[in-house]
């Protein structure tokens, strides 16, 4: 019962954890490894499974890489164009866009 989708739950805590640990080079066992032994559980028994960590990467790497990432390729290639052409990114700490501010060089001029 405990494999089944409903039940397999990552806490935000947990979460963090995990992206922090891929972020200094730990691959997925290592990951898992370290959280079974923080939680003080037997090898196997987190509530989740090395597909559930996958798909954390998977919808991370969406969030940067995606859509994101393609709106500052165009505005880096604005930029090159034009120097006038002014733009300001913050992503926050969950590496999601939260600010973004344009504006084109004829607003400039």
């Not at 080079?25 to 037997?42: T, Y």
């Not at 034009?82 to 060089?105: G, M, Q, T």
Request: glycine content about 2%; overall charge neutral; charged content about 35%.
């Amino acid at each position: 019962m405990r494999f089944l989708p409903a039940n397999r739950m990552i806490s935000q805590e947990d979460e963090k954890r995990i992206l922090l640990l891929k972020e200094v080079g730990f691959v997925v066992r290592q990951i898992i490894r370290v959280l079974e032994l923080e939680k003080n559980v037997e090898q196997g028994e987190l509530p989740f499974l090395e597909k559930d960590i996958r798909n954390i990467f998977t919808k991370v790497r969406k969030i940067v890489y995606g859509d994101v990432s393609n709106l500052l390729e165009y505005f880096k290639s604005c930029k090159e164009e034009n120097s006038n052409f002014h733009y300001a990114v913050k992503i926050d700490h969950e590496r999601k866009l939260e600010h973004l501010l344009w504006c084109p060089a004829q607003s400039i001029e």
